[in-house]
């Protein structure tokens, strides 16, 4: 019998999708309709400290390409495909009290499903530092399973938040210590994707007892300037700033940048994140090595918190487990990690004629060998 449930982080999910931190969680109806919809998890929209103003005007638009001619554009139009969600959306407006009570009562009328606060604060100075801790304490104190750290919203002005963190090992590893010494549940931690070495931010992470990483969050992006007005589609008075892209375009980089850190890290837990809307992209994950995935720009797109997107990947992950029961799979377990090895640098790839190729250098350099024989050999 397929069994979709999973432990990850020590906690028990009915099923290994999650939404992640995003507007289908930015309030609590939201997330008990996705709760009923069949989510197993959701991670709450990031809740920080700092005060939030959003820019005027829309905050998220959606880029599509014609399928015939190559135009990108985000203008609203027929017989467009999908390619990305844009969007310059800072963290929760909502305080800290305004949460509290209601992950309360999130978790009260819905026990089995986990809930996953999504956490900010900045690590420039003792005080920005004592708010992790103040938000550690408030959001685990309300009942929440597990914390997760923002350390990837790309688009901070402040140098110590988002993902100004997450390019900075030292940064990761001051803010999960401080985080660590008062959790007492399970902390995820979301990197940016766009770091130096996303291997050495993960095992900064991990240095300090991270429980697992979640990647990826939005790839820094502008949208396309219109042709006919020569302003950017997305503009304030004629300005942009660089906002997140997520969606299918970035489902292939995520799923470079997973790879690296499963590969680098295989006895640690990851959640995938960037282009899932089936339950084929859930498992490319899946294969990589992660024990869940989590979902925004999809859900968003269908009925604001995905129940037909959540109805596909239940379908899909139950099909599958049925159709390889002949190979004795019952769980994500059983095939959990199985293409993490297939990775690999190029040179290891077989070429026509393997004697050829040395890594793009010259043949092993003439000469150079036989002149590393110790003299008098
Ligand atoms: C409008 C919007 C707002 C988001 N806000 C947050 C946020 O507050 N915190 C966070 O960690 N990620 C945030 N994200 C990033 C998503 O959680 C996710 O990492 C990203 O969109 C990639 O997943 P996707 O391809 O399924 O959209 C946001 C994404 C979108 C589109």
Request: proline content about 6%; glycine content about 10%; some cysteine.
């Amino acid at each position: 019998m397929a069994d979709l449930s999973t432990v990850f982080t020590g906690i028990r999910f009915e099923n290994p999708f999650l939404l992640a931190s995003a507007p289908p969680t930015e309030s609590e109806s939201n997330i008990l309709r996705a709760y009923e919809a069949g989510w197993g998890g959701v991670v709450t929209k990031t809740i920080g400290l700092h005060p939030v103003v959003n820019v005027r005007g829309p905050k998220t638009k959606f880029l599509r390409a014609d399928s015939v001619g190559g135009r990108l554009s985000m203008a609203k139009r027929p017989d467009a495909t999908l390619l990305a969600s844009w969007n310059w959306e800072l963290i929760s407006d909502k305080p800290l009290d305004w949460w509290i009570p209601r992950l309360e009562r999130i978790k009260k009328a819905y026990p089995e499903k986990v809930l996953v606060a999504s956490i900010m604060a900045g690590s420039g100075d003792d005080k920005e530092l004592d708010n992790w801790q103040t938000l550690v304490r408030g959001v685990q104190d309300a009942g929440v399973d597990a914390i997760e750290l923002n350390f990837s919203c790309p688009h901070m002005d402040r140098v110590d938040m988002g993902s100004n963190v997450g390019k900075d090992p030292v940064l990761c590893s001051i803010s999960t210590r401080v985080v660590k010494e008062v959790a007492r549940v399970p902390v995820w931690v979301k990197l940016t994707p766009v770091g130096a070495d996303i291997v050495e931010e993960a095992g900064a992470v991990f240095r300090m007892d991270g429980d697992a990483i979640s990647s990826s969050n939005t790839f820094p992006a502008l949208p396309p300037v219109d042709p006919a007005t020569l302003d950017f589609e997305v503009n304030v008075d004629g300005f942009v700033s660089a906002g997140g892209l997520g969606g299918p375009a970035i489902f292939p980089q995520s799923l470079a940048k997973m790879a690296e850190m499963t590969q680098a890290f295989p006895e640690r837990e990851f959640s995938g994140i960037g282009g899932i809307s089936i339950f084929d992209q859930a498992l490319s994950y899946f294969l990589l090595g992660c024990g869940t995935v989590q979902v925004a720009t999809a859900a968003m797109l269908d009925h604001a918190i995905g129940p037909n997107v959540i109805r596909g990947l239940i379908g899909g992950l139950t099909e599958f487990l049925e159709r390889n029961a002949n190979r004795g799979w019952t769980s994500l377990a059983d095939f959990r990690g199985l293409r993490r090895g297939s990775v690999v640098a190029q040179a290891e790839i077989a070429r026509p004629t393997a004697s050829d190729y040395h890594g793009g250098y010259e043949e092993p350099a003439e000469g150079y060998a036989e002149a590393e024989q110790p003299v008098g050999a």
